[in-house]
C-alpha cells in the first residue's frame, strides 16, 4: 500500500484492471484530481515571469502554490483511502452484529468516507482556481487548463459516488444526510462553475 505511489503508470493501471479491491474508485479519483491540479501548474509555469501577463503575476505565483499543495495532499488520499478501504473490508466480513459492536466500527466508516470526501473539497477548488485563471494563463496552454478543469470535475462527482456508496453504513443517519446533500450541492456548484468556464474556453478556442 505505502508504495501504491511508486508504481509505474502501467502497473498502476494493470492493477486497477485486475480482480483487486484496489487502487479503486476512491484512488482513481485522487489520482485524476492529482492530475488536474499538476496540468493546471504545468500552464502556470508557461505563464508565470511572461512580460503579457505580469499584471497577473503574484495572482498566478499563488495559485501556483495552491496548485502544487492540492496535487500532494490528493497523491496521500489515494494512500488514505487505500488504508481505509482495507480496514472497511475487514469490517464488513464480520457478521452485521459483531461489526455494530466492534469499538472501531464507526471510526472505519468515517475514514472511508474522509478520503473521498476531502478529495472532493480539493477538487471544487482546483476547478474555481482554473475557472478564474482563463485569462491570466498563456494562451498556448489554456486547453491545458481547461483539461484541468474537465479532470476537476470529475474528481468532484467521482468522490460524491465514493462517499455516497458508503452512506448507509454510518451508524448516524442524520449524519448521513447532511453529508449527501453537501456533496449533491457541490456537484451542482461544480456543475455550473464548469459548464460557464468551458463555454467561455469554446469561446475562445
Same mark, same amino acid.
Given at each position: 500500500m505505502s508504495e501504491i505511489l511508486d508504481l509505474p503508470v502501467k502497473e498502476f493501471v494493470a492493477k486497477t484492471a485486475a480482480k483487486e479491491p484496489t487502487p479503486g474508485g476512491g484512488s482513481v479519483a485522487a489520482l485524476v484530481g492529482a492530475l488536474a491540479a499538476s496540468l493546471a501548474s504545468m500552464a502556470l509555469e508557461y505563464t508565470v515571469g511572461k512580460k503579457a501577463y505580469a499584471?497577473?503575476? #503574484?495572482?498566478?505565483?499563488?495559485?501556483? /502554490?495552491?496548485?502544487h499543495i492540492a496535487a500532494e495532499m490528493l497523491q496521500e488520499l489515494i494512500r488514505e483511502d487505500i488504508a481505509a478501504y482495507a480496514a472497511l473490508s475487514e469490517m464488513l466480513k464480520m457478521p452485521p452484529e459483531a461489526r455494530l459492536a466492534h469499538p472501531e466500527y464507526a471510526a472505519t466508516v468515517v475514514a472511508a468516507i474522509r478520503a473521498p470526501h476531502t478529495a #472532493?473539497?480539493? /477538487?471544487?477548488?482546483i476547478l474555481t482556481l482554473s475557472a478564474s485563471l482563463l485569462e491570466k494563463t498563456n494562451k498556448f496552454l489554456v486547453s491545458d487548463l481547461g483539461i484541468? /478543469?474537465?479532470?476537476? +470535475?470529475?474528481?468532484? +462527482?467521482?468522490?460524491?459516488?465514493?462517499?455516497?456508496?458508503?452512506? !448507509?453504513?454510518? !451508524?448516524?443517519?442524520?449524519?448521513? /444526510?447532511?453529508?449527501?446533500?453537501?456533496?449533491?450541492?457541490?456537484?451542482?456548484?461544480?456543475?455550473?462553475v464548469y459548464s460557464a468556464f468551458r463555454n467561455e474556453l469554446l469561446r475562445r478556442l
Open positions: 499584471a497577473y503575476d #503574484a495572482e498566478l505565483r499563488g495559485a501556483l /502554490a495552491q496548485f #472532493a473539497g480539493f /477538487a471544487m477548488n484541468a /478543469a474537465v479532470y476537476a +470535475h470529475a474528481t468532484v +462527482h467521482a468522490s460524491e459516488l465514493n462517499v455516497r456508496v458508503n452512506l !448507509p453504513l454510518l !451508524p448516524n443517519q442524520e449524519e448521513a /444526510a447532511a453529508l449527501k446533500k453537501e456533496l449533491y450541492d457541490l456537484t451542482v456548484k461544480a456543475d455550473g
